[in-house]
């Protein structure tokens, strides 16, 4: 069996400080593993996105441990965090977050333009990973010309052009109607089929869950269940 690209080991977290202070996770063992898609699903405040902040390395974990590649974080120095961050993991968020000023492949670039990477080689990586979400012909758009799932799309191919271990997405489809939140998915199903690479999907939106391998629901804190799907709705792309 290979080992899982990126693991929590009885991870724990408190919140808050005195009177107000509480426990946001409680014990919480996840593994992911490569070429499968990951939902975690859970109500509003179980702690699906304190579990993605401290898997993403982005927030110290009050107990356990967090090990990415094999490799454990603990102890590790925020330089040390950040580069893991840059090289291991790639970051979907809701609300794209990407430069209003920059054009479509710049966007994509800018992961590899803070690696120090040659302006050459970012631009031939950034191409191709254009091509894999569908998005060739967008390349010298700006994010304002895009749909909001074409923005997503964008958001992705900048999260994978690093070739990242894992790629955690935080509720990227909630802004999204049904189409675009599709296409979305189905973006993130393909890449999910690369077996050196885990996809893990924080969301509460029923309509996706066709595309999981794998489904985990998280309630206070908890594991509370962790399956395995039936078949997942893997679409192939166009470029």
Do not use: W
């Not at 080991?9 to 919140?15: A, E, P, S, T």
């Amino acid at each position: 069996m290979t080992a899982p690209v990126l693991e929590a080991i009885d991870i724990g977290k408190f919140l808050g400080v005195g009177t107000v202070r509480y426990q946001a996770l409680d014990a919480v063992n996840l593994a992911i593993a490569g070429g499968e898609l990951t939902l975690l699903m859970g109500p509003s405040g179980s702690g699906k996105t304190t579990l993605l902040s401290i898997l993403g390395c982005m927030l110290t974990p009050s107990s356990g441990s967090v090990s990415v590649h094999g490799h454990s974080t603990t102890g590790k120095k925020p330089e040390q965090l950040a580069r893991i961050r840059r090289e291991q993991i790639g970051f979907v968020f809701q609300s794209y977050h990407l430069f209003p000023t920059l054009t479509v492949i710049d966007n994509v670039r800018i992961a590899l333009d803070i690696r120090g990477e040659s302006s050459k080689q970012s631009t031939k990586k950034a191409t191709e990973m254009l091509a894999i979400v569908g998005l060739s012909n967008k390349a010298g758009s700006y994010p304002r010309e895009l749909s909001g799932g074409e923005q997503q799309r964008v958001a992705i191919a900048r999260a994978i052009v690093g070739d990242p271990s894992v790629v955690l997405a935080d509720e990227p489809t909630a802004a999204l109607d049904a189409e675009n939140g599709h296409a979305v998915m189905s973006v993130l199903a393909q890449i999910a089929k690369n077996p050196a690479r885990g996809v893990l999907v924080v969301t509460h939106d029923p309509r996706i869950v066709e595309f999981a391998d794998r489904i985990v629901s998280i309630e206070d804190g908890r594991i509370i269940s962790d399956s395995r799907t039936a078949g997942s709705k893997k679409v192939a792309l166009q470029s």
